[in-house]
């Protein structure tokens, strides 16, 4: 099983599951929102990585590095959410968000794997 399902399935929790209608409204005019929303996410991101370490014994999940992406997982996702949520509010906004997102996790695929 590859980890990019993982990374995916968690980003999809994180982002959409776990980030409730009021989240999302004041994400944009609340710096203190955005930081539990991305730190919500952030924490599901290093679940899935420690999950997928454990089940297929490929890494340490406490490695340094792996706890180095998910701070930079952190600051890339609150800088990304705040400009879309105070500055971009159309759909092609969304979308580059959202892809933005998923090359993030197809990094740390990248990195951690190879």
Partial sequence: MDLMWFLVLAH???????????????????LAVLA??????????????ALFGSITNSYPFWRLSV??????????????????????HSRQ???????LHISALF???LLIVS
Avoid: E, P
């Avoid at 906004?93 to 892809?99: E, F, R, S, T, V």
């Fill in 36 to 49: 539990i929303h991305v730190l919500i996410y952030t924490v599901t991101i290093g679940v899935a990585l």
């Fill in 67 to 88: 706890l180095v992406m998910l701070v930079i997982i952190y600051a890339v996702h609150v800088a990304q959410d705040y400009l879309k949520s105070r500055y971009f």
């Fill in 12 to 30: 999809l929790v994180g982002d959409y599951g776990l980030q409730s209608d009021w989240m999302a409204d004041h994400k944009g005019s609340s």
């Fill in 93 to 99: 906004a969304y979308y580059i968000d959202q892809i």
């Fill in 107 to 109: 990094a740390i695929r």
